[in-house]
């Protein structure tokens, strides 16, 4: 790991005094919350399961890392990530600093200290963490090749994964590896893509440019862009500034930061709905989840609102530091019964579980 580690080694007097506690006391556990819309009200379609922030290089058995030494990683600026299987890509956009030669990430203690100065941007940097094992490693290859700050990521059914690379006006496709495999590129089509999914039926890669508003498939095989949707404008089928996009049955979910509302879109483009309209105020992600509710991540109140079929149905979480709050959402991801949540100025990932919808509605009444 070349960039943001730490490296925190154990003497055996710490080993047999935590062991001891560790007897005496327990091991510890994090018992899951309730996240909260508000003091008084608990969400009724979400609750915390799990934060990811600090994680391990090597091994995850807890014995193992004091007793050889081990070393870990805290996310400083996550910005997007790609999850499926076992497997979550991390991009993360902070900034690395230098503590007398070794590379560590960007606590808010380290500025002015002496011996500690900024490094780098970590723009590039790309992560694959195992949900599983807890193992977490660097993508260098990857890396190296991205040009600024990654909007978003999409995992493929065989493990390789596509990137926004933001600055370079393209979509990269990697290896599950991190090696590059080829890149989508149209500059009068692609200027800024903001957002990307997969059309596995119809072998498409299907692209939302923040820039020209409008969205754009790529013929998966020949890389040549073959139909568009929406257009710049006001109105049903019109985008302003789109900020992501996300695929749900029979077509296509698009939120856009000036309109202030999501559109819904068929499988060829068409426009068939939307709603938000005097709830949204700033959009900054989507994402579904298995009782086709669509969350929506509001920058604005540090929110994220709960729609079904275009009513709102829920709000969740406020400006904070704890379980259930954020500080400006910049992606979300489901994975089975699981929303991944990029909380970004708080370093963090916060993972929460669906509340299923009869127990939803149960709690509405």
């Avoid at 935590?18 to 007897?23: C, I, N, P, R, S």
């Avoid at 008084?40 to 091994?59: C, P």
């Avoid at 014995?63 to 910005?79: A, C, D, H, Q």
């Amino acid at each position: 790991m070349s960039q943001g580690t730490t490296k925190k080694r154990w003497l055996a007097l710490q080993v047999v005094a935590l062991g001891f506690a560790v007897l005496t006391t327990g091991c510890a556990t994090v018992e899951k919350q309730l996240v909260h819309a508000s003091v008084a009200e608990a969400a009724k379609t979400l609750r915390y399961a799990y934060t990811i922030d600090n994680v391990l290089l090597g091994s995850n058995d807890i014995i193992k890392r004091i007793i050889t030494g081990g070393e870990s990683y805290n996310l400083t600026k996550p910005v997007a990530i790609g999850v499926r299987g076992d497997t979550l890509i991390i991009s993360d956009a902070g900034s690395l600093w230098h503590d007398r030669g070794t590379t560590i990430s960007d606590p808010v203690s380290a500025i002015g200290k002496a011996g500690i100065r900024e490094n780098e941007s970590g723009f590039g940097s790309l992560y694959k963490y195992d949900l599983k094992t807890g193992h977490f490693e660097d993508l260098p290859g990857a890396g190296d090749v991205i040009k600024g700050e990654i909007s978003d990521i999409y995992i493929a059914k065989d493990m390789s994964f596509y990137v926004t690379d933001v600055e370079a006006k393209r979509v990269l496709h990697f290896t599950a590896d991190g090696s590059l495999i080829g890149e989508y590129k149209d500059g009068p089509n692609i200027s800024r893509p903001i957002a990307v999914t997969l059309d596995d039926a119809r072998q498409e890669l299907i692209v939302a440019d923040e820039m020209y508003s409008h969205i754009v498939a790529f013929d998966l095989k020949s890389r040549a862009p073959i139909y568009g949707m929406g257009s710049r404008g006001e109105g049903p089928g019109k985008f302003r500034i789109i900020t992501d996009m996300i695929e749900i049955p029979g077509g296509f979910a698009v939120s856009d930061r000036i309109e202030l509302r999501v559109q819904i879109f068929d499988r060829k483009g068409e426009y068939i709905a939307d709603f938000g309209r005097g709830e949204i105020m700033f959009p900054t992600a989507l994402a579904i989840d298995p009782d086709e509710r669509i969350y929506v991540a509001d920058k604005a109140d540090s929110t994220i609102k709960v729609y079904k079929v275009g009513k709102l149905v829920d709000v969740v979480g406020r400006n904070g530091y704890g379980a259930g709050e954020f500080r400006h959402i910049s992606d979300m991801k489901v994975l089975g019964n699981k929303l991944f949540v990029v909380d970004s100025l708080n370093s963090r990932i916060q993972v929460f579980e669906f509340v299923p919808e009869a127990k939803s509605v149960a709690l509405l009444n």
